[in-house]
Structure formats: structure tokens, C-alpha cells
């Protein structure tokens, strides 16, 4: 099915089930530890042996000598993976450095082999045995330090081009009578999910099956192909559980490479998790920036020059974290620019984690916002207001949004929260040992569609069941998909089983950049309406008046059961969505607006989050709980971004050195108080036949700016320096 | 984590005659810092004697009026007792602000002693760190070492200590009680039972080899009005940036004891001499001899902060 012209009224809009709070089909298997993840594949993969990886101890450089004697006389041991004897390997497309490194060292904890035993405890015991001579070279580790090396990226898959500029934006700003020009830092993000990278892989001749973690079953099957020089097909992957992603597990990783080929060396499956302390260093994170932002306006603060610069750094060959993005597209101005450059950096690979882009953009140009309305001594939702612009202010009137309803969600979450008690002059508002300010800010992530397909079928007793390669990562992905198929079909959620993350179903557009809940379900509708028309046809009513409700299918006065249609051998249907180009014609984007109130201890600094609210728009809404669950957990990852999270560069050695849970600080129950979040009522007919846009990335966009801004409300101190910890703000304030 | 042997005491005599005569053998009571560290071969013992099982794990009152504390009374029972609560309500409330409930079921009263730094580099085994490998250099003096200490540090060590109760038991002139190898039985003030680094950071008690702690006397209570202010990056399961262990009498008087500064629990008699001239007075006299590296000069004034947090508090509850 292709979706080129807006959505008009289907069977989505009867709102039986979806549109409705509904607890996640799958909590139940995962609260009762029933269900099986990757690790844990005893019953598909019997006999498993141990594998452990070894990380390199250098950030660059080569291997001189490896001694694996002692390690191979180790108890237990099986075999032992490195480059010298893993055969030729490729490199995917999606990760920057080798996943098995050697003889070039390319960063630290880079796998360099894999040693297989028979228990995880001797594997990782004679893990140690192995015995690596390094010859090292220097390298560079130091975003700040390399920032006049930055270059000019070529562009990506995401992200659009590296540089934009509309108009005159020197000459503007110059001329503009109130001028913003700071410069704001994040540091590099671990994405710290629960579940660590793991896999369990086994072969059958040529043929490879992995169980594995992973966000993009599609992606990762042509991955590991790739790397080994085999045949997609013979690759089967099955990751129908993920104890959490953010981004860490769209793309093949060491875990799944090596695995494979232990399993192949030792004849017999391997699994291999990653320990938490290799995870910052052997995977991705997201980059560090720096940032600058400049803003011309006039009095009243309406924008007349905006303009976004942004430095980051990865290894050769990767890419630059496109924290611009939303500069683009969110608030007016005819005269604009953005530019991202890249650095080189021998660090461990950067890549996306939750809302790349918009996540740390954000944290540095709703900062900027509020310091504009500061300067206009306008407020700052009404700066905001001000600001609206209903099309991209880029491409101009030409490209309006395919809706966009900023203005609500600043007018309803402002009324909601309160906003008008808070006092615009910082340090005004003391609560015993707290000095209490309220920032916020607005959200904004793009809205990403991509194809993706699905199987639906009816059996004999009337359950529906999907097939699906799309991903739950904990966002409730079941559920949603459920949802669709009881709406198309008109049976209760119950009578659908839903089964996700297999290589063998249709191809999906998985779960990333929030794409995944509209585009998998609408996959679901492309092949649920084939169904329907299956169904109609057995039923020998014309497809486009048979209705589906309580189990039947009706025409007129008669009806079937779908039961009874489906007999004994089932009906089913298999159909995609592919998408046209409304997402060129119309910008297509979600909205939404942080409120946040602080307490800042009046001796010590200490930060508390006493109230945090905010109103969503991003299309129709599929399951408000588990949306709400997404969004309140963005939120708190915002949160860690403004308040804690920090990846710590040891420059001389050039690695994380806070690498595991105890020193990379997220946030823990006690940081977070309730939650407040509003969804505005919003369809989007040029998003998908669903109406529906992502919201899983938008609850972090603009949450940690919130943070900030309340800080400086409280205390009067505006820190540009993420994350705003305790030894910024004693400094600042004694300063 | 290497391959170990174990065994499961029966007396605690046997468990520090068990103890000296294996190369290599460690004690093992709550796990929660221990197995750890032999995860990550930071700690790789041949042998672990567990010493769970022998009836260590009682509180009991001493006949001038203290209170012995069993070597394996968890965190959780101690944070939790009744006498502990109303006669020493700082080490019940430094207990609180440590780790997690979970943690706090298994941690027992002696292990919380001798945990071992969060120091970085001591967990990192491709770093350098003179505590774990001794002459292979401190790899926090020049890198990340915004958490470390900045008392009782040396050229070769610069870790912190990282307990909250330990801090409590230093303000209250705890007494920790040992049996040796011997049968001999000893009790080590607790300001002297932690060693500075020096030029020895691997080092890190006076405890001899078999010797083991049977309990933990407090002495008898001493009244006033007890504090104890726990900073750190978020509101709970974190280390301490800076914690201050308050007492304050009703005639003015106040002891303090501070942890997340010092190489081991941290007291001055100077600092409660200083306790009639506030907080500034006291943490200049507390920080006497501070050496700070430029990622954790804060901690100085942090400490100051916190100390007026604490007065505030006292006053607040007066």
C-alpha cells in the first residue's frame, strides 16, 4: 500500500481500541521473568558455550604480539576469536570501526578476541590470561582541543545537510537590536539501558541464527551478511524481547559478531554479553558538542536572525552529531544558518542515542530562549508564541507543516503548570533551604516514516495473529500493534497475538529516531486492510462496506464470524506501507512544552526536581499509557542530561574512565517527582493512514533546557556548561 | 574472577586460623564490595572463608552503658535498631544515606570497614593505580579525579574512603574489636584502624593477616543533637561528594567527622574546637593540609557549604 495523499476517514477512526489507555499485552511475560531474552535462549539454543570479550587496553595503536597460551591451557576453554583467525571480515555499513579489532587498535576496549569456555567463570577467567603487547600511538582525545580542526561533514542518512543558510544572517544579526551570542556544551552520553548487548548464536551448516538485543532486525541481518561475506538469507535474527535500546542497539555489535564467530569456530552456540563496564567504551554513545548559538531580534524578541553552529568529534570515517536540526525548522526568522563540523577523535565510535540531534540541540537553544527573553524582558512562552512559524522556515510558505500545535502545547501546559505564578526576576522565591525557580521549554523532534510490512492472520478460533519484524524495546510496541490489528478487525485486544522481532517476518521499519510506533502500525494497517478484503470476499460482501466488529464480519443484515471464514486452514495477508512524498511537501514534525520547578539548596547547590509537567502534540495518540510512560521517561533522561550524565574523557589515555553504573550517574527514583503530561488532541493525515507521528524521542527534547532555565530562575546563575552539577554552580556563585 | 576455594567457618577461631595459614585466603561476609571486585580481578583470592555463620550478629549493650555491635550485623538491622535510633541517631542516619535497601540487607558492619575506594582507576585493571598494583603509578593525580580525596592524600594514592557509616563510627569514637590467628583479642580505636597511603595506598588498615573483627564497640552515648548531610550527584545511590557527621551538645560543644574528602574517614580535633565559630571556622580547620587536584578543588568549599547546611539544620531542630 503507498500512502502519497493525506489520510481521509478508516477504520483507525472508530477508536474502539486504539486511542485507548491499554497496560502492555506483553507485561505480564516480563514481570513473571517468562519472557525469554537474549541471554537466556537455553530452550532455542541448548548447550551453550561462554564467550567473553576482551577489550583493548590502548586507544589507538597496533597489536605487537598476542600470547594466548595461557589462556588456551585455561580450564574450561574452548577456543579463542581474533583477527588472525577469524578469517575475512567486512565492515557494515552502520558501525565506524571494526567490531573485531586487530592488528590496528582503533579505541579503547575495541574487542580484540573472544575467548569461549564452557562456564561463563572460566571464559572470563582465562579472558584475563590473554596476553596483548601494544605498540601505541598518539591520538587525539579532546573535543575543545580539536575544535579549530573541524571540517565540514559529508551529509548523512539522517539529519539532512551539514550546513543550511536562508537570507543574510551576518548582516541581520549584526543589525538586530537585541543579540544573543553564547556557547553551550554537552558532553558525550552513555545510553546506560538495562539490558546490556547480548547474544546467543548458533549455526546449522551455513546458516546462522542469533538471538540476540536488538532495535533493527533488518539492518542488522544485512550487517552481519556483510561482515562475514554470507548471503542475507542464511542469516536468521530473533530479538523479540530488548531490555532497553536508545539507540545503543540499532546496529550490529561485538556482541553478535563475535558470537557468531565463536560459534563457528568451537561448533557448538556461543553467547557473549557485554560486562556494564565494557558498554561506554566498546559501543556507541552519543558525541560530546559544542555549540554556538547566535539569535538577532528585534525589542518585542520576534526573531529576525537565528543561527546554530555545532562541533563534535568521532573517529575517521564517522559522523557529526546534528544538533541543528531543530534550529531549522522551529521558530521564524528570515535570515538563518546552521553548520555542523566534525573533528577528528580517537574515541570510541559516536551514533545516535535517543532523539540524536534534537536531544543536545535543544539543551543549548532553549537555553538561548531564555536568555533572548530575558533580554526583551519578555516571557518566555510568549517569546516562544511570538516566534511560531506554521512552515518550514527554510523552504518557506511553499513547505507548510503537516501540523503543528506548539502554540497549544505552550497555552496549555503554561496553564496547567502554573506558569503564571513563577516570577520573572531569578532569586526571588525561597522555600525554607530551597531557592525555587521554574523554567521551561519547548520540545521538538522530527516526525521519520519509513516502509514497513506486516503478516496478519485469522485461524480457526477467531484469534488474529501479527507477524512482524518490527522491535518492542520496552515502548510498548505489542501493544500498539495489537491495538491496530483489533481496530482493522474488530475483535477484542485479547483475541490478537501479536509476535515481533524475527528475521522471518516481514520487514518493518523497526525501532529508532521514533519512526517506529506510526510506521509499524501502519504497516499493520496496509496488511490488515489486504485482510479485510480477503475476509469480505470469502464472505461475498464488497470489501468497502463490510463492517468488523465483535468478531464478525457484517454486510447489511447478515453476518460471518471471522471463525467460521477463516476455517481451518486460516486467512491471512501480508502488505507494507511504503510512503510517497508528503514528508517533502509538508515538514512534519512533534511539539511540545516543558515546564519544570526546582529547588536549589541555598548552601550547597544541590538540585532537586520539585515539579515537572508538559503538554505533547504528535498526532493521534495510539495507547495514551504507555505514550505517557514514554514520555515521562524521556523526561527523566532529560533530566540526567542537565543534571548528571556525563561521559568522563581521560585525555591522556583517551577513554571513558566513569565507565559503569556506579560513576555514570543517571537519574534514580528519588530525582524524579510525579510527572505531569498532557496530550493535545492532534491528527496528522499526511503522517500516515494511522494520524498518528513518533513521541518516543519528543519527552526528551527540551526537557533538560527546562532544567536549566529553572535553575537560573532560582538562583539567578545561567550555566552553559552541561551537565549543571554541583561543582558549576559553587564556582559560578562564588565567581 | 579467578578460581577460589571455600569454606564456611565453624568458630571464629578457626575462621582467623584459617585465615593466616592459607596465601591468599579472604574473609567474605556480605559479598556486596567483594565479589565485585573478583569480578573485575581487582581482588583475586585463592580462598574465601565465610563468616556468616557465627553469631556475630547481635547487638548487644556493654556493661558501661555502649553498645557492641556483631562484625555481622547488616546496615539495614543496625539502621534500624531501636537503641541506635534514640542514643546514636547519626551512625542510623549515615547508615540511610549509603547504597541502596538491597545493598543494605547484605552489607554487614565490619565489611562497610573495609570496602575498598571507588577510585576510577583502582577499577579499571589496564590503568595504573598503586593501591591495586602497587609501583604502577596513580592514574587519577593527573586524569578524572573530580570524586577523590584531598586529606591524607600522598604523591602515589589519592583515593577516597567511601563509607557513610564509617564516618558516623569515627564521630563517635567507635572501637573495633578483632580476634587474631592467635585467639588473641584486641580493640583498635577507629581513628587509628585506617591507614593513610603514604607510599604503601595497597595498605589500607592495621588489621595483620588472619585477623578478623568480631564487633564494633560504641561507647556510651553521648546526647546532643545529631546530623548527618550526605552531598553527592543525585538525591540517593551515590557516594558522597562531601558528607558531614554532626554532633552538637547543648553546651555548645560539637565534634564533626567528614567523609568523601579524606583518604579514610576523616576527623580533627582542631575542626571541633572550631565548632563556637561556625561553619567557615570549622572547615578551615578540617581542611588544614588539603591537597586538590583542579577537578576536585570544589570539594573545599563544598565542605564549608555543607557545614552550614548542618548548622542550619541544628538550628532548625533546637
Redesign the interface.
Known amino acids: 500500500m503507498k500512502f502519497d495523499t493525506p489520510a481521509g476517514t478508516n477504520p483507525i477512526d472508530q477508536g474502539r481500541v486504539i486511542g485507548i489507555p491499554h497496560d502492555r499485552i506483553d507485561g505480564p511475560a516480563k514481570v513473571t521473568g517468562t519472557a525469554p531474552y537474549a541471554y537466556e535462549r537455553h530452550d532455542a539454543a541448548p548447550n551453550a558455550a561462554y564467550g567473553w570479550i576482551v577489550g583493548s587496553?590502548i586507544a589507538r595503536g597496533r597489536i605487537a604480539a598476542m600470547d594466548l597460551r595461557a589462556a588456551e591451557s585455561a580450564?574450561g576453554v574452548l577456543g579463542i576469536v581474533t583477527h588472525a583467525n577469524a578469517g575475512k571480515l567486512g565492515k557494515g555499513n552502520f558501525n565506524t570501526a571494526p567490531l573485531l579489532g586487530g592488528p590496528q587498535v582503533d579505541h579503547y576496549d575495541q574487542a580484540l578476541a573472544l575467548v569461549i569456555a564452557d562456564t561463563f567463570?572460566n571464559a572470563?577467567?582465562a579472558a584475563?590470561r590473554v596476553r596483548i603487547d601494544y605498540m601505541p600511538q598518539d591520538g587525539k582525545f579532546d573535543l575543545a582541543a580539536e575544535r579549530g580542526n573541524a571540517v565540514k561533514p559529508p551529509e548523512g542518512d539522517f539529519g539532512g545537510a551539514p550546513d543550511t543558510a536562508v537570507g543574510d544572517f551576518d548582516g541581520a544579526f549584526a543589525r538586530a537590536a537585541v543579540r544573543i551570542d553564547q556557547h553551550y556544551t554537552t558532553p558525550d552520553h552513555s545510553h546506560a539501558m538495562m539490558e546490556p548487548h547480548a547474544t546467543t548464536a548458533a549455526w546449522n551448516g551455513d546458516r546462522l541464527t542469533l538471538w540476540t538485543s536488538n532495535q533493527m532486525i533488518a539492518w542488522s541481518v544485512g550487517e552481519m551478511a556483510r561482515t562475514l561475506g554470507i548471503a542475507k538469507a542464511n542469516v536468521r535474527l530473533v530479538s523479540p524481547y530488548v531490555g532497553g535500546g536508545f539507540g545503543a542497539k540499532l546496529f550490529l555489535r561485538a556482541d553478535a559478531l563475535l558470537a557468531a564467530l565463536g560459534a563457528k569456530q568451537v561448533g557448538r552456540p556461543v553467547k557473549v554479553a557485554l560486562?556494564r563496564?565494557q558498554i561506554p567504551n566498546n559501543t556507541t554513545h552519543r558525541p560530546a558538542t559544542i555549540q554556538r548559538i547566535r539569535i538577532g531580534a528585534d525589542k518585542d524578541g520576534v526573531i529576525d536572525a537565528i543561527g546554530h553552529e555545532v562541533w563534535s568529534g568521532d573517529l575517521p570515517g564517522g559522523g557529526p552529531e546534528t544538533a541543528a536540526q531543530q534550529t531549522r525548522l522551529l521558530y521564524r526568522g528570515a535570515n538563518r544558518m546552521t553548520a555542523h563540523r566534525l573533528a577528528t577523535l580517537h574515541l570510541p565510535e559516536g551514533n545516535a542515542m535517543r532523539a540524536p540531534g534534537e536531544a543536545v540541540g535543544l539543551l543549548a537553544l532553549e537555553v538561548a530562549m531564555d536568555e533572548l527573553a530575558e533580554a526583551c524582558g519578555v516571557d518566555p512562552v510568549e517569546l516562544r508564541i511570538r516566534n511560531d512559524v506554521q512552515y518550514d522556515p527554510e523552504a518557506g510558505t511553499q513547505r507548510p507543516f503537516s501540523s503543528r500545535k506548539l502554540v497549544e502545547c505552550l497555552r496549555a501546559g503554561a496553564e496547567r503548570f502554573g506558569w503564571d505564578r513563577r516570577k520573572a526576576k531569578p532569586a526571588q522565591v525561597r522555600d525554607g533551604?530551597w531557592l525555587v525557580g521554574m523554567g521551561m521549554a519547548s520540545a521538538f523532534r522530527n516526525n521519520l516514516v519509513g516502509k514497513s510490512g506486516a503478516r496478519i492472520g485469522v485461524d480457526a478460533t477467531g484469534k488474529v495473529i501479527v507477524e512482524t519484524d518490527m522491535t518492542d524495546i520496552g515502548t510498548g510496541s505489542y501493544t500498539i500493534i495489537g491495538q491496530t490489528a483489533a481496530e482493522m478487525l474488530g475483535v477484542p485486544l485479547d483475541r490478537v497475538t501479536v509476535r515481533l522481532g524475527d528475521s522471518r517476518f516481514p520487514e518493518s521499519a523497526g525501532s529508532g529516531g521514533q519512526w517506529g510506533a506510526n510506521s509499524a502500525t501502519a504497516g499493520v494497517y496496509a496488511a490488515a486492510m489486504a485482510l479485510r478484503a480477503k475476509l469480505a470476499e470469502k464472505a461475498g460482501y464488497p470489501a468497502d462496506q463490510a463492517q468488523f466488529e465483535d468478531g464478525l464480519i457484517r454486510h447489511d443484515n447478515e453476518s460471518r464470524t471471522l471463525a467460521a471464514l477463516a476455517g481451518r486452514e486460516g486467512v491471512w495477508a501480508q502488505d507494507s506501507m511504503d510512503y510517497g512524498d508528503l514528508d517533502k511537501r509538508y515538514a512534519q514534525a512533534t511539539f511540545g512544552a516543558h515546564f519544570c520547578e526546582v529547588g536549589v539548596?541555598i548552601?550547597?547547590?544541590?538540585v532537586?526536581i520539585r515539579r515537572m509537567g508538559g503538554a505533547f502534540a504528535a498526532g493521534r495518540i495510539l495507547n495514551p499509557k504507555s505514550a505517557r510512560s514514554q514520555v515521562i521517561g524521556a523526561m527523566t533522561m532529560g533530566v540526567g542530561a542537565a543534571?548528571?550524565e556525563s561521559l568522563?574523557v581521560?585525555t591522556?589515555?583517551g577513554f571513558f574512565?566513569?565507565?559503569?553504573m556506579?560513576?555514570y550517574?543517571?537519574?534514580?527514583?528519588?530525582?524524579i517527582p510525579p510527572q505531569d503530561v498532557l496530550f493535545i488532541d492532534e491528527l496528522d493525515d499526511k503522517s500516515s493512514p494511522m494520524k498518528a507521528k513518533g513521541v518516543g524521542e519528543l519527552g526528551i527534547c527540551g526537557a533538560g533546557a527546562a532544567v536549566a532555565n529553572a535553575i537560573y530562575n532560582a538562583t539567578g546563575i545561567r550555566l552553559r556548561d552541561y551537565p549543571l552539577?554541583?561543582?558549576k554552580l559553587?564556582?559560578a556563585q562564588?565567581a | 574472577?579467578?578460581?577460589f576455594t571455600y569454606e564456611r567457618a565453624t568458630s571464629v577461631e578457626a575462621a582467623a586460623r584459617a585465615a593466616a595459614s592459607v596465601q591468599g585466603a579472604r574473609f567474605i561476609a556480605g559479598g556486596t564490595n567483594l565479589l565485585d571486585l573478583m569480578?573485575?580481578?581487582i581482588e583475586t583470592p585463592t580462598h574465601l572463608i565465610d563468616v556468616n555463620h557465627l553469631g556475630l550478629d547481635r547487638i548487644e549493650e556493654t556493661p558501661d552503658g555502649g553498645l557492641r555491635i556483631g562484625a555481622l550485623v547488616r546496615n539495614t538491622d543496625l539502621a534500624a535498631d531501636r537503641r541506635v535510633r534514640r542514643d546514636y541517631a547519626v551512625l542510623s542516619r549515615a547508615l540511610l544515606a549509603g547504597a541502596s535497601g538491597q545493598l543494605r540487607n547484605k552489607a554487614t558492619t565490619g565489611g562497610n570497614l573495609l570496602q575498598r575506594t571507588?577510585c576510577?582507576?583502582f577499577?579499571?585493571t589496564?590503568?595504573p593505580c598503586n593501591k591495586r598494583q602497587p609501583g604502577s603509578g596513580c592514574?587519577a593525580l593527573?586524569?578524572?579525579s573530580?570524586?577523590l580525596a584531598i586529606l591524607g592524600v600522598s604523591d602515589a594514592c589519592i583515593a577516597q574512603h567511601p563509607s557513610d557509616m564509617a564516618v558516623a563510627m569515627r564521630l563517635l569514637d567507635s572501637a573495633v574489636d578483632t580476634m587474631d590467628a592467635n585467639g588473641a583479642r584486641r580493640s583498635i580505636p577507629i581513628a587509628d584502624f585506617h591507614l593513610l597511603p603514604g607510599d604503601t595506598p595497597q595498605q589500607e588498615t592495621v588489621l595483620k593477616p588472619g585477623e578478623i573483627i568480631t564487633s564494633v564497640t560504641l561507647p556510651r552515648p553521648i546526647g546532643g543533637t545529631h546530623v548527618y548531610r550526605k552531598?553527592r550527584?543525585?538525591?540517593?545511590?551515590?557516594?558522597a561528594?562531601v558528607s558531614v557527621a554532626a554532633v552538637f551538645g547543648k553546651d555548645g560543644t560539637a565534634r564533626f567527622a567528614f567523609g568523601g574528602i579524606g583518604a579514610k574517614p576523616w576527623r580533627v580535633e582542631a575542626a571541633d574546637a572550631a565548632a563556637g565559630r561556625g561553619a567557615k571556622a570549622v572547615a578551615e580547620a578540617a581542611l588544614a593540609g588539603a591537597r586538590t587536584t583542579h577537578h576536585n578543588d570544589?570539594k573545599k568549599?563544598?565542605v564549608e557549604?555543607?557545614l552550614?547546611?548542618v548548622y542550619?539544620q541544628r538550628e532548625a531542630r533546637a
Not at chain 1, 603 to 606: L, N, S, Y
Not at chain 1, 665 to 671: E, F, G, I, L, T
Open positions: 587496553a580450564p567463570e572470563r577467567d584475563r560486562a563496564h533551604r539548596d548552601d550547597t547547590a544541590e532537586r543534571l548528571m568522563e581521560d591522556r589515555f574512565v566513569n565507565h559503569d556506579a560513576e550517574v543517571v537519574p534514580v527514583h528519588a530525582d552539577t554541583i561543582d559553587l564556582k562564588a | 574472577m579467578k578460581a569480578k573485575l580481578q571507588r576510577p582507576y577499577y579499571d589496564r590503568m592514574g593527573q586524569g578524572m573530580r570524586s552531598v550527584d543525585r538525591a540517593s545511590y551515590a557516594f561528594l570544589f568549599m563544598l557549604r555543607t552550614a547546611s542550619r
